[in-house]
């Protein structure tokens, strides 16, 4: 959930983003971190969410951790190498 302020007449500017799962701050001195603004459409062949339903979410990197330990298949691609962030 992201929560705004308004900074001037014609503006908004972003004052925090919260994770929907544990409601904790996801924001650090290197900026948000996490899984920011992720939306899900249920679609008219979904067998869980509703038809025409948007969910919209964030995750901090502790909920998403835990998230990823249930996966029966891994969602780890690879690890960046330090040639990589050259």
Do not use: W
Not at 14 to 31: A, F, P, Q, V, W
């Amino acid at each position: 959930m992201i929560k705004y302020t308004l900074k001037t007449f014609q503006q908004q500017g972003i004052d925090d983003i919260l994770c929907n799962k544990c409601g904790k701050s996801m924001k650090t001195e290197c900026g948000f971190i996490g899984l920011t603004e992720a939306r899900v459409v249920g679609s008219y062949c979904s067998t869980s969410l509703t038809d025409g339903d948007i969910h919209s979410f964030s995750l901090c990197e502790e909920c998403l951790e835990v998230l990823f330990s249930t996966f029966t298949i891994t969602s780890l691609e690879s690890k960046l190498d330090e040639t990589e962030l050259i």
